[in-house]
């Protein structure tokens, strides 16, 4: 895993550094759509009544951009993302009356629809600040309990466990030089995902950070 990631930020850079300069479009009036990739890690725990720690997670996505006007440098952008959420807890008792480790793995296909605004700092170097709702179908994950002596898993999308469909919020800033771009930016889950019978509520969070292009 760490050898393709490499590979692939290699990649990035190689093509950012040998391309002519795009930061954000700004200096090309006519063009309207931008595609980019986008490669990156998330830090996510689960918040509500659960408040578990963050676990680290992989995110992996393709994006298209709109400018909205020839005049405003306001971007609408869209795409698909393989993201993986979740988080960890240590619980007493269980069904073994014993402290056990909770590990909570969602995998989920995300859309999110943001609105950017380009910032133009320098010839080759723009500021992108950004706000948009997510949409996402949970499509994989494990809950692994780990006690002593033993250790058992669940499908986390279970009936009884999370439910598959969330809505968030994300709110985060890009950067961009010639081709290469960059992100940081938190996401909040605001759709209730528990299923669990106690009624307790459950809400993802994640603090993200992506690389990629932009061409």
Known sequence: MRKIITTICACILTIGASAQMMSGGFHLDHRSVYYGLRMGFTSAHIGGD???????GLN????VGLRCSPYTPMFLESGIYYTERGGK???PGLERGENAT???NLSYLEIPVLMKYGIE???QFAVLPYVGPTFAFG????TKESYPGGSRKYDS???DRFKRFDVGIKLGCGVEWNMIYAELGYQWGITNISEFPDDADAFNRAFYMNIGINF
């Open 50 to 56: 659960f408040d578990t720690d963050a676990r680290t």
């Open 60 to 63: 992996l996505g393709a994006v």
């Open 89 to 91: 807890e240590g619980v």
């Open 102 to 104: 909770l590990k909570y």
């Open 121 to 123: 700092v320098a010839d």
């Open 139 to 142: 499509v994989g994950g494990q």
């Open 157 to 159: 999308f279970d009936s």
